[in-house]
Every structure is written in C-alpha cells, then in structure tokens.
C-alpha cells in the first residue's frame, strides 16, 4: 500500500463482527481490513446492509453486545489495539480520539436535557476544567456550527433536524477528536440542509484537521469530499484505492455497476442500470464470490472460490477473480 | 407554569361540582332506607320510621335537599353530618384520614425504591439469573390477591412467629405488615414497569451517542435513561397511590385499621348518605391533587412537556387572534 509508515494512524486487520441471534448468525463484517493516515478521509460506499455502520461501531467498541460480537481482528490507533483495551480505556478514548456522528439527528440526542449540556458532558469528560469553563467551551462549540450560544440552554425538541445534526457535530468535534466518523450524517435531512450541514462539518475538518471514516451511500458526496474510498459489499471490502483509481480507473464488476445505476447530467439515456437481484442474507453468506449472484462478469470459476483481495498497481484492492491473475494477492 | 397550576386548581371547581351532585343522585337512587335502618331494621314501627324521616328531612324532593346540602358546604364548610352517629363528617374523615395516608405514603415510597431499583437491575442484566428470579417475584407480586398474602403474612409472622402484631394501628410496629403487603403488589408492578421502559430507553440511539461521548455506564444508565424511563413509571405510581388514598378496604378490614376505605363500606352498609357523600367529596379532592402532583412530575422530568403547559396559555390567545377579522389586532 502507499502508506508511509511513520504516518500510519488507523489500522483495521482481518475485522470479523458477528450478530448472534436466535434464528442464527448474522455475518455483518467479514474480514476487513484498512488502513488510514493522518489528516485522510476515507469513505466507506455500500449498499444498506452491507456492513459499515456495524464497522464504525466496531472501531468504537460499541457494537451492542448483545447479540453483536467482535469476533476476531484488531483495530490499531497509533499502534495500540483497541479491542484489547479495558472498558475504562476504551471510555477515555471514545469522545475524545474517536468520535462519531449518528445517522438520525432527529433521535440521537437525549431529549431532556438542554443540547448545551450535552456537548459540555463531553467536554467535561475528556478535559479538566470547571463546569462554568466547559459551559464556555459548548457555547463556542454551537457559535462554531453555526447555532447561537443564547440557545445553549433550549432542549432538542425546539430545534428543526439540520440544527439537531449541528448540535451532534459539535458533540463529535468538542474535544477535538483524531479520528471523527460520520455515519451518513446528512441522509436523514432535507437536500438544502445537507449541504449545510455538509459543509460545516467540512469547514471544521479542516481547522482540527481531524481524520475522518465517512460513511455514505452518496457517491457525490465521495467524489467531493474523500481522499480514498472503499466500496463495501456484504460485510466485505471488494474494493479499495483512491478518489481516483475508484472512480476512473473502477476495476470491481460491483462498484461498475453502481456507476451505472447513477444518472448522469452529460449522458442522455432513457433508463438508468439497476443491479439486478438482492444483496445475499447475511445469515447464510455463500462460501464463493457474495456478489456472484448479481455479477455481470460472473465466470465458472467464480462459484468455486471466495477471491482474495489483489493489489492491481499502486494499492488499489480489487477483490475479484476477473484481477486474481493480473498481480500476487495481496495479504 | 404558574398559570398552568391556577388553571388546574380551577378546573377542580366543575370536578367537585360533578362529583357532589353524581354521590348524591347515586345515594337517592340506591336501594334502601336509611330511616327504616336508624329505627331498628325488621322490627321497626312505621310511626318510628316517619318520624325519623321527618327528622332527616328524607321525605324532602331531591332538589330543595340538594340545594340545602351545597348552601351548608357553602357557607358553613359543612360536608354533613352523620345519620348514625350525629357527628360531623369532616371530623371522622380528619381523624380517620391520616391512618389511610400514612399507610399509603409509607407503602408508596418503599413500593417506589424497591421497585424502581429492582426493575433498573432486571432491565441492565436482561435475561440473566437474576433478573429471571426478579421477573419471576415480580409476575408473582401482581398475581397474588392481597387478602391471601395478608393472611399468609400474618401467620407467619404473627402466629408462628409470634414477631409481629397481627392487628391495629398504635405502634409502628402495627404498621410494619399491612404495609409489606400493598407495598409488595405495588411494587411488583413497578418493576415491571420500570423494567420495560428501561429496556426500551437503553436501546434509544442517544444513549449509544452518550456511550459514544466516553461516558461511564454507571452515568449512561443513571443519567441519560433512567431520566427517560421514568415517565411512565410516574404514571403508574401516581395511579396506585390514588387508589391507596380511597382506602385499602381490605387491608384495612383484615389489619383493623381505622382507616377511610372502611369508613365508607361500613357508610354504604348503614345508608349512612352523608357520610359516603362528605369521604368520597374529600377523596375527589384529594385525587384530584396527586393527579396535578403526578402532572407536574412529568413536567419536572420532561422539558417536552413542560413547553407544551406552557403553550397551553399562548396557542388560545393566538386563536383568540386568529378569530378576528383581519386588520384587528393592529388596533
């Protein structure tokens, strides 16, 4: 891969994240892996269900338990694995190096405490100072999203969703997290809000310059915002690069077909390409190729073997045997 | 607020109305005669009855008896006096009264710690031993008819073990069965209740953001959901603890407890009308205030609420405005 060692931040190794339930296991992340440096944005693209949600509340630990259970792998922040930390460890580091933003602004916050409380919380969790100096602190945090600090005092059910998702933000960003993951923050809001809302949390990104796990199924949002992506595909990364190699250079038959199935202003075409079929169930996951089913490019032997990942030039990951020859897989 | 209260307290008007006029034409349409009773039953002499009627003012129409009842509550405070004993209603309510809410309180606030505690246990340790034998006596408490676990609990206690007086009120020691045993059902309740609220709370996406802040569990649960899980706990406190002030007839019949329940069966048995007509007067009233006190809970706890209280007053002027023609109001 092109991460230079020195940087290297966030390291996700052979992921597995198991909800086990009655009516059997639900296999959400399968094996992943992923590397991230300082300063990057990574965005996380897949169809619902396809497993990034449960991959960021792995990273946090909070993957609820149960019936979900981080099964194997480890989950390196600056070279220390996180999933062997005590919970108490892992308190002190939610918060405060790894923060998250919910999907639904409009149920993420406690109702009944004022949103002022709810950001000085954090702020008195991570820092030692006095309850007035992290009153202070949320105020500038709100003025900061764009939300005046005389409503530091107002409750959640007197604010509309964007101004909701603002409040979640400045949660996320007030202790100055190193790695902030947003959890498709903008789908649950209007179009005009989202590219507000979009361009706060961009704006602040910038100024920490904090790292960031996007996760999306918005490939605008990709294209605008991330250095590199990683496509998801039932619990698995079928494929992974840069902004670039993913979006010009596509190698994947699954990502392909997500292209295709955007509407595009320069082309003129009367019906878009959907992909064909269903995600397979995630509780009984074939053992060959989980994109088999849908695949255009399917071939005889694809239904024999679970590909591995290949590195096709310059670290892009494709995990497809159409690519299995062209370079040594990639462990 | 202020004003949400007086308009409460003005609302008890039409509701003490309501009630004095139903408790009376319930009276005049029950069978029986109280003057045949008051003359000595089968044995008594038609002349005796007569007179005793007349004495009573029974052979009155219903309106000048009903108008002559509200002049005396009016102007002599007066809430009747009783057929049988001649003595004034409101005195025997005053001395019997305090029996019944001591009893209650007590029972209340034992039933409500108790109660609460073991249903936060049973929710956070779903499905584990403990919180199956705590559902397991909780099903068990709702279940058991108090008359039944009355006569067990004084068996063992008193007769066995000779630990515990089985009846009456002078010491503490009296109070210590009749209270087990309402509180005991009541609290079976409330664990169940709190346990399912909590349930539902803990899984709320804000106490996963309050987790996500790098909170310590002991405050997630104390803090963010108990707060939230209580609402309807509330309710269900409240509801009980009115019942309780009507007078627990059969713990106070089985206890020899001189207490308002009894007070009033033994009136509905004697067509002692005055009697049943002042208790159940001051039983409205005070029903009337645990409900305002269980409203104003709520309000405590719920900013959501406490708003809408506040809007009450606003949303009327508005359509106040909005009746009048246009131009209107800029006068």
């Known amino acids: 891969m092109r991460t230079n060692e020195t940087t290297k931040f966030l390291e996700v190794k052979n992921l597995v994240i198991h909800y086990e339930t009655d009516n059997g296991v639900v296999e959400a992340v399968n094996n992943i892996s992923f590397k991230m440096n300082r300063g990057e944005t990574l965005s996380l693209v897949g169809e619902t269900g396809a497993g990034k949600t449960t991959t960021a509340l792995g990273l946090l630990n909070l993957v609820p338990n149960p019936p979900g259970r981080i099964i194997d792998g480890e989950i390196l922040l600056n070279g220390e694995n996180l999933l062997k930390m005590s919970p108490h460890q892992m308190q002190k580091i939610r918060g405060s190096k790894i923060t998250m933003i919910f999907q639904d602004p409009m149920t993420s916050l406690n109702p009944i405490e004022t949103v002022g409380d709810q950001i000085s919380e954090v702020i008195r969790l991570h820092n030692k100072v006095s309850r007035a100096e992290a009153a202070q602190l949320a105020c500038d945090m709100l003025e900061k999203v764009g939300i005046p600090a005389e409503r530091y005092g107002d409750y959640p059910h007197q604010f509309s969703g964007g101004m909701k998702q603002r409040v979640v933000i400045a949660i996320a960003l007030a202790c100055d997290p190193e790695l902030l993951i947003s959890d498709e923050p903008t789908s649950a809001l209007d179009v005009t809000i989202q590219a507000q809302v979009l361009d706060t949390m961009w704006q602040l990104k910038k100024e920490l310059k904090t790292s960031m796990l996007m996760i999306t199924h918005d490939l605008g949002v990709v294209a605008e915002t991330s250095d590199n992506v990683a496509v998801m595909y039932a619990g698995e990364i079928v494929e992974y690069g840069t902004l670039r190699q993913v979006f010009k250079d596509t190698k994947h038959p699954y990502t392909q077909a997500l292209f295709d199935s955007l509407p595009d202003i320069n082309k003129n075409v009367q019906r878009l390409i959907p992909i064909k079929g269903l995600t397979p169930d995630p509780s009984s996951l074939p053992n060959y190729c989980s994109f088999y089913d849908r695949c255009k490019k399917r071939m005889e032997e694809c239904k024999k073997t679970d590909p591995a990942s290949v590195d096709v030039g310059d670290g892009h990951l494709v995990k497809c045997l159409l690519f299995a020859s062209e370079r040594s897989s990639h462990e | ?331």
């Open chain 2, 1 to 331: 607020m202020g004003r949400y209260v007086l308009k409460r307290l003005l609302h008890l008007i039409p509701v003490l109305i309501g009630v004095m006029l139903l408790a009376f034409l319930l009276n005049e349409i029950a069978p029986g005669d109280p003057a045949a009773l008051l003359a000595g039953g089968e044995s008594a002499t038609p002349e005796k009855i007569a007179q005793i009627r007349a004495e009573l003012k029974l052979d009155d129409p219903f309106i000048l008896r009903f108008g002559d009842y509200v002049k005396k509550l009016v102007t002599e405070g007066n809430i009747g006096v009783s057929y049988k004993t001649q003595q004034p209603v409101a005195a025997e309510v005053a001395h019997r009264y305090p029996q019944t809410l001591k009893m209650a309180a007590i029972s209340a606030v034992l039933a409500s710690i108790i109660g609460i505690a073991l249903g936060i246990i049973s929710a956070i340790k779903q499905y584990s031993f403990i919180d199956n034998i705590i559902s397991m006596f909780s099903l068990l408490g709702v279940c058991m008819p108090v008359f039944w676990s009355s006569l067990l609990l004084i068996l063992f206690f008193s007769i066995n073990l000779k630990w515990l007086p089985s009846s009456g009120f002078s010491t503490w020691r009296h109070w210590i069965l009749p209270c087990a045993v309402i509180g005991t059902s009541m609290a079976a309740s409330i664990v169940r209740m709190t346990r399912s609220s909590m349930l539902e709370v803990i899984r709320q996406d804000y106490i996963r953001t309050a987790r996500a802040k790098g909170q310590v569990e002991r405050v997630v649960i104390s803090k963010h959901a108990l707060k939230n899980a209580l609402i309807p706990v509330v309710t269900n406190i409240g509801m009980h603890f009115g019942v309780l002030l009507g007078g627990a007839v059969i713990i106070e019949t089985i206890f020899v407890i001189p207490g308002i329940g009894k007070y009033i069966t033994d009136a509905i048995k004697n067509r002692d009308y005055p009697v049943v007509q002042g208790s159940v007067m001051v039983l409205a009233l005070t029903n009337s205030f645990v409900n305002l006190g269980v409203d104003l809970l709520y309000a405590a706890i719920d900013p959501r609420i406490r708003s809408q209280y506040r809007n009450m007053g606003k949303m009327k002027m508005k359509k106040k405005k909005a009746a009048l023609p246009l131009g209107r109001e800029a006068v």
